[in-house]
Each structure stands twice: as C-alpha cells, then as structure tokens.
C-alpha cells in the first residue's frame, strides 16, 4: 500500500508558541489529505478535509484560526497548531485519499507543557 | 446519515480463543469497508478491506471479515487469538469518491488477550 509520512513523530512545546505538522504522501499525489485527533483511549475525530490549491474544510467546531491547515502541493499538507495550550495536547493523525482507500500516516504526538 | 457502530467497547478473551468482533455501518450509497488495528501510542495500521465481489475478505496477521449487507455489518473473526492482538480495532466506511471523500470510523473496540 501507499506511504504517508509525517514529521514530527513527537514533539513538546510551550504553551503560546506554534507548532507545525508535516503529513507526506510517498508514492502518490493526493489531492485529498485529512487531518485527524485522537485523544485516549477514544476514536478518531476528524479536524478538517484539505484539498490541494484550496482552502481547507473544518468541521463544526474546530477553529480553523487555530489550526491552520495548508495543502500546497499534491503530496504535502501541513497543520499548525497556533498558539498552543495545554489542551491541544493529543495525537494528530493525517490520512491522504486515493480513490478508494485512505491511507494513514503513523501519528504526531504533541504535547504542550 | 453515515455512520459506524462497535457494539463492544472493550473484549476479553483467552489467547488460543476464537474472536469476533461487530461492526454495523449505515451508508447511503455503495460501502467500502476498513477494518484497522491501533497499538498504543502508535498509528492506524490496515488489517482488511472490502470493496466488492467475495463477501469474505481475507487480512493480515490471519484476520478476516464478512460483509453482510442485508445485515449492514462487518464483522472481524480470527479463530485464534495471540497475546500480540492485544490492541484497539477501529471499523471504518467510506465510498468511491464521487459520493464523498470522508471516511467514517466506529469507536473502537478494546481488545485485551488473557495468557
């Protein structure tokens, strides 16, 4: 199956201070890539659609201000998280659409202290 | 309204015991159907899928699942289990693009294997 990568696999930050997710796709253009948060013990929750060369669909309560999501090219979409606090802290997963699959990167770890 | 539902949210079974574990879906159009397996602290890996033809859908790690459409379900079995299942199993659906692009996922079932 296809690769997606994204960096970094864990990362701490202060509280107030922005962090920058990278989701890549290996071996494929997606023009479709999803944003995901997990938090214990509980299931995915999707944050938001990004479509390449267009501005990224939230879902109902995300805010997108906070959680900036760029898709620039047809195998990377990024996510920053602005202004960081404590209760960001969760497990990102990102997900790029083929036509019939998607397929998952391994995760994000942030944690804001 | 699309949706997954996982019945059970946590399974105990001996190792060496037959499992399975429910899935039902609701979903306006033709299903593509995803079972996946999470480890702790760890991304989604892919155990099966089923997109059409032969209802019995073969994985890894000697997982399978049968799609049942009069039923809406799709139900993971392995006949025996191994201490190294132990994980979370999340059922996903989605469909051809052209109907959508999101994926819909059920809670998850916890899976714990007792020696």
């Known amino acids: 199956g296809a690769v997606v990568s994204q960096h970094p696999s864990w990362v701490i930050c202060k509280s107030g201070t922005s962090v920058k997710i990278e989701c890549r796709s290996l071996?494929?253009?997606?023009?479709?890539m999803f944003w995901y948060r997990q938090f214990p013990k509980q299931s995915l929750m999707l944050m938001a659609t990004?479509?390449?060369?267009?501005?990224?669909?939230?879902e109902q309560g995300v805010e997108k201000d906070k959680f900036l999501i760029n898709h620039a090219s047809l195998t990377l979409s990024t996510l920053t998280v602005t202004s960081a606090h404590p209760e960001d802290s969760s497990f990102y997963i990102c997900?790029?659409?083929?036509?019939?699959?998607?397929?998952f990167g391994p995760g994000t770890r942030l944690t804001v202290t | 309204a699309q949706s997954v539902t996982q019945p059970d949210i946590h399974i105990t079974v001996s190792e060496g015991a037959s499992l399975e574990l429910r899935c039902n879906y609701s979903?306006?159009?033709?299903?593509?159907l995803f079972w996946y397996v999470q480890s702790p602290g760890q991304g989604l890996q892919l155990l099966l899928k089923?997109?059409?033809?032969?209802?019995l859908v073969q994985g890894i790690k000697g997982f399978e699942a049968e799609f049942k459409r009069s039923q809406s379900s799709f139900n993971l079995r392995k006949p025996s289990v191994h201490w190294s299942d132990a994980a979370e199993y999340f059922c996903?659906?989605?469909?051809?693009?052209?109907?959508?692009?999101?994926?819909?996922f059920g809670t998850g079932t916890s899976l714990t294997v007792i020696p």
């Open positions: 071996d494929f253009q997606a023009t479709t």
């Open positions: 997900s790029a659409r083929s036509v019939r699959e998607q397929y």
């Open positions: 996903a659906v989605g469909g051809p693009t052209n109907t959508g692009n999101q994926f819909y």
């Open positions: 979903y306006g159009a033709t299903p593509y």
């Open positions: 089923y997109f059409s033809g032969d209802t």
């Open positions: 990004s479509n390449e060369g267009s501005k990224a669909t939230y």
